[in-house]
């Protein structure tokens, strides 16, 4: 026995002649990386994995608990990195439904098993639901002293019980005015006092978080803001809304008016009347805006826009009041021909059907022509009166060609009970339209079907369609061409014009490019 205590008492002796007299500096506490403090998961983050810096250590423990003073952990869990997984020990289907709160903490190992102190502890939660969808009101939205109060909503996931918003002065939640408990998916700030809400001013950030039953937080929404000012908003003047811009008219000029001329402002371009889709935003010193200053007469006439605009003013803090009501432009492009039919204009045996060979002919007599073809394969009028809207907000042309029936005429079953496919009524109703948005339309009669082909049958069919269109074109007197007129005067040799049972051929598409170059020519080109 006293033989081994003097063995231990030598080796204690030897050992501190090579350790230096400030080893326990060596043993610091790891600093923890990540997750930060109070770190908060959902279902489907992951995996979490744990960060701390590197000491240089032969090893580090990690420990896992569910109370601050790990009582109830997992014990020293050993690893050689500066990082752990936490799927290795919990695998993604125990994850993903898990409702929990962690504590975690990490200490270096040297050799001998010397240990340093344990860091510092850290907190996450585990929610068995993601971060709320924020709805209302929308990020950058903007309240004056004339708009009415905000009224905040997000989505509800199932396990969500109660919620948690918070507000503060800036985007890292450093000026928080604390996190306020809610038993419902939604604030209402129309219970707030209207006079203490008209004195209020700045730029307020918010985010929230549902809570489940355990009390356990999930993680943080994105972070949206708003700005208060006591401005009124601006009210716009003119153009009217839903104007539109012929080919070669004046640049458009856009005013509006806003009481106290502050004299800075912004000016607000988007693609729908929500701004969802933003184009751009720009500074501007006057309550009127000349289109005319930025693009000379020639390359106004040749843009194309549909786009709607409105505008906003600062507070002499910087701080931006609300935006206007947004006023829609539609300008027509100077030259541009958009094709719109079934798969015959969009070509189904000749690439781009008979645009190409128009657009031809149409540089013989203008200098410059921009086509597009936004023809659909297997569609039938109905689907052409549903989307033409859309097809010219999209592309503005001065002409849209119109050719739309054999599918209604061949495959009616689609159509409206009794299985009769008005295309006369949509025809009309798409020139209608169209017009209105400031387009020239040119509609045509259904193509004969290929009396050689497989559909022959249906000709008959495609003649009562066509004396139903030709009635409507002499009652309403539409920019109109009769291609399938000009396909019969080639007689016998009219199958040569189709590829199969209705598609043409490049001499058949050379007959439509002629049609709608003389109804161009006739209508304005």
């Known amino acids: 026995m006293v033989q081994e205590k003097m063995f231990w008492i030598v080796c204690f002796l030897t050992l501190s002649i090579f350790l230096p007299a400030n080893a326990l500096a060596i043993f610091d506490p790891p600093v923890l990386i990540k997750p930060e403090d109070q770190a908060r998961f959902g279902m489907s983050d992951g995996p979490v994995i744990f960060e701390w810096e590197n000491r240089d250590a032969d090893s580090y423990e990690l420990e896992l608990a569910i109370d601050e003073d790990f009582e109830i952990s997992t014990g020293p ?9 936490l799927s290795d020990i919990i695998p993604d289907e125990i994850w993903a439904p898990l409702s929990i709160k962690l504590y975690w903490r990490v200490r270096c190992v040297e050799f001998l098993g010397i240990k340093s102190s344990w860091s510092n502890v850290r907190l996450m939660y585990k929610a068995p639901f993601d971060s709320p969808i924020l709805l209302s009101p929308f990020n950058d939205e903007r309240f004056g002293l ?20 918070e507000f503060a002065m800036d985007s890292d939640f450093e000026t928080s005015f604390g996190e306020i408990p809610l038993t419902d998916n939604y604030l209402d700030f129309a219970t707030a006092d209207p006079e203490a809400w008209a004195d209020v001013k700045g730029i307020f950030y918010w985010r929230t978080c549902g809570v489940d039953t355990d009390d356990i937080p999930g993680p943080w929404s994105e972070i949206w803001f708003f700005s208060k000012t006591q401005l009124e908003t601006p009210e716009p003047i003119g153009p009217d809304d839903g104007t539109r811009f012929g080919p070669q008219s004046d640049p458009a000029v856009i005013e509006w008016y806003c009481s106290g001329n502050p004299g800075v402002f912004e000016l607000r371009f988007s693609l729908d009347r929500e701004a969802e889709q933003v184009i751009g935003i720009m500074s501007h010193n006057e309550m009127i805006f000349d289109f005319g200053e930025y ?16 505008v906003s003013t600062y507070d002499d803090e910087g701080r931006p009041g609300p935006w206007s009501p947004a006023w829609e432009i539609t300008k027509v492009g100077y030259h541009r021909v958009c094709a719109f039919g079934d798969s015959i204009t969009e070509g189904e045996f000749v690439e781009n059907g008979y645009l190409d060979i128009l657009e031809g002919q149409l540089l013989t007599v203008w200098e410059s022509v921009t086509t597009v073809n936004m023809a659909v394969g297997g569609t039938k009028s109905g689907w ?36 009769e496919c008005d295309v006369a009524g ?3 109703d798409m020139v209608q339209i169209a017009q209105s948005r400031g387009t020239i339309p040119i509609i045509t009669t259904v193509l004969p ?25 002499d009652i309403y007197h539409p920019p109109f061409v009769d291609i399938n007129e000009m396909f019969w005067e080639y007689g016998p040799d009219l199958p040569s014009l189709f590829e199969d049972w209705g598609h043409p051929s490049y001499e058949g598409y050379v007959v439509m490019a002629d049609g709608f170059f003389q109804g161009i020519m006739a209508n304005g080109g």
């Not at 010219?392 to 061949?410: E, K, S, Y």
């Open 449 to 473: 079907v290929n009396p050689a082909g497989a559909h022959a049958s249906a000709q008959t069919s495609v003649d009562l369609t066509n004396e139903e269109i030709l009635d409507m074109v």
């Open 426 to 428: 949509h025809l009309r």
């Open 295 to 310: 693009a000379t007469d020639e390359e106004w006439w040749y843009a194309f826009a549909n786009f709607y605009w409105s």
């Open 77 to 85: 869990i050993v690893t050689e990195n500066t990082f752990y997984n």
């Open 384 to 419: 052409g009166e549903d989307n033409i809207e859309r097809v010219l907000r999209q592309t503005c042309p001065q002409f849209i060609l119109i050719c739309f029936g054999a599918n209604d005429v061949v495959d009616p079953y689609g159509c409206d009970p009794p299985y």
């Open 146 to 165: 004339d708009t009415d109060m905000p009224y905040f909503n997000w989505d509800m996931e199932p396990g969500m019980e109660t919620f948690i918003i």
